[in-house]
């Protein structure tokens, strides 16, 4: 790899990182040595990249830097296709019809010497599942989950029982055949999730549950990580 390339590329793997990353896990994966990589990370703060951090410790790209956005690789673009055919096939149609415009925007901003990338990608998503009808809107969900907002609904599971639920809604999954929305619910005082196809007569209430949105979701995820632990006990 080319110095400038693996410059640019130190930027991009801490410009996604979600913590410090120590200078042995960034060589790891740009496959250099670790002194190579103190060097290049020493020439990247030398032009004022505003990186923190030191050798050991971890590394982090301060707020505030940007690069071009939309400076793609074959790689990165297969990959925006790839999840965006995706969606395209398995979300709701608002999220359909936004991947499609993802897409077309990729398209329009990249060198023409990248389009065949789009035009033609190498790997495909397709979809030939049968999924039964959704008994709510799902891009008014996806606004209820983003303000924190309840949602009451009638339900019936899978053995046939019929029940009324509220539930502060914290995500929503799109599985290969149905919709799952994952919630607090306030009648089993719990994390529940509910199939998209099994909810009816749905009310997208003003009230906002009192925790904030990602609180919340960070909570789901003990729950489901604490969940399958047991399972493997």
Known sequence: ???????FQIIQILRRARAPLTGEAIATELECSTRTLYRDIAELMAQRVPIRGEAGLGYVLEGGYDMPPLMLTPDEIEAAVLGAQWVSGQGDPALARAAQDLIA???????????????????TAPSFAVRPADGLDLALLRLQIRQGRKLAFAYVDANGRASRRVVWPVTLGFLETVRIVAAWCELRQDFRHFRADRISTPEFLDDRYPERPAALRAKWRRHLAERREKEKE
């Open 105 to 123: 925007k990729i398209e329009a901003a990249i060198p023409e010497k990248l389009r065949p990338y789009i035009a033609d990608p190498a790997a």
């Open 1 to 7: 790899m080319r110095r400038a390339d693996r410059l």
